[in-house]
């Protein structure tokens, strides 16, 4: 008598997503002295972010962010492709990016 194969789901394990490469080459850079050098230099010559700050509002910019990011060819050192953002701009901008 063949046996029927069940699939057995566990909908409490969580599927694990394969990581993202792209992400996981930048976390380098981003702990590279050059890199916090340039972005304390940023913060400290922008300390509001620049996002609220074209909606009137001043808030206290918290990130230093790349405005063509570096994985659409952006360049990573330049702080001329540089904008300081608080965290919740940074968070929106960062969404909209994932899903373009
Ligand atoms: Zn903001």
Redesign the pocket.
């Known amino acids: 008598m063949p046996t029927i194969k069940r699939t057995v789901h566990r909908p409490w394990q969580v599927q694990r997503k394969p990581q993202e490469g792209r992400q996981h080459s930048n976390t380098k850079f981003y702990l590279s002295p050059q890199w916090r050098k340039l972005r304390a230099m940023k913060l400290e010559l922008q300390p509001l ?1 620049e ?2 700050l074209r909606n009137d ?1 001043h ?1 206290t910019a918290k990130v230093a962010d790349h405005i063509t990011p570096i994985n659409r060819g952006g360049a990573p050192l330049d702080i001329e492709n540089l904008q300081s ?2 965290n ?2 940074h968070n929106i901008k960062s969404a909209q990016e994932r899903t373009r």
Do not use: I, N
């Open positions: 972010c996002e609220c509002k808030t953002l608080c919740r701009c």
